[in-house]
């Protein structure tokens, strides 16, 4: 069973109007007896092998976003990332000799004349 891609997405910002954005391919390689269960279950789902693999793919994404340990870990990265950026800013003012950007919490200003 194989799909053709005759028919030009509805837009470059949807694929087949299925309100996918911009599209990328991906190559998977799977072994035989994969690929042809794949084949049976699109084609008893009257989808194609493409669209079965984005609702596949969609799952997976919507299991780990409630995992724990991949939580944890997407903060262990943000802060990662937060520290290489504060030290990339410092660096930059260093460089220009102007002070560096100091994040401090945001208070209300005191009225003057007290």
Same mark, same amino acid.
């Given at each position: 069973?194989s799909?053709? @891609?005759?028919t030009?997405?509805a837009?470059?910002?949807?694929? @087949?109007?299925?309100?996918?954005?911009?599209?990328?391919?991906?190559?998977?390689?799977?072994?035989?007896?994969? !690929?042809?269960?794949?084949?049976?279950?699109?084609?008893?789902?009257?989808?194609?092998?493409?669209?079965?693999?984005?609702?596949?793919?969609?799952?997976?994404?919507?299991?780990?976003?409630?995992?724990?340990?991949?939580?944890?870990?997407?903060?262990?990265?943000?802060?990662?990332?937060? !520290?290489?950026?504060?030290?990339k800013?410092?660096a930059?003012?260093?460089?220009? @000799?102007?002070?560096?950007?100091?994040?401090?919490? !945001?208070?209300?200003?005191?009225?003057?004349?007290?």
């Amino acid at each position: 069973m194989s799909e053709s @891609n005759t028919t030009p997405p509805a837009s470059a910002a949807s694929a @087949n109007g299925l309100g996918y954005g911009p599209i990328k391919p991906l190559a998977v390689r799977l072994n035989e007896s994969t !690929r042809t269960q794949l084949d049976i279950i699109a084609q008893l789902g009257d989808r194609t092998v493409t669209d079965e693999v984005r609702l596949a793919i969609e799952a997976w994404i919507d299991k780990a976003r409630t995992d724990p340990h991949i939580q944890r870990r997407a903060k262990d990265v943000r802060d990662e990332i937060e !520290r290489e950026a504060t030290g990339k800013r410092d660096a930059i003012a260093a460089i220009f @000799n102007a002070p560096p950007v100091v994040k401090t919490p !945001r208070t209300p200003a005191k009225p003057q004349g007290t």
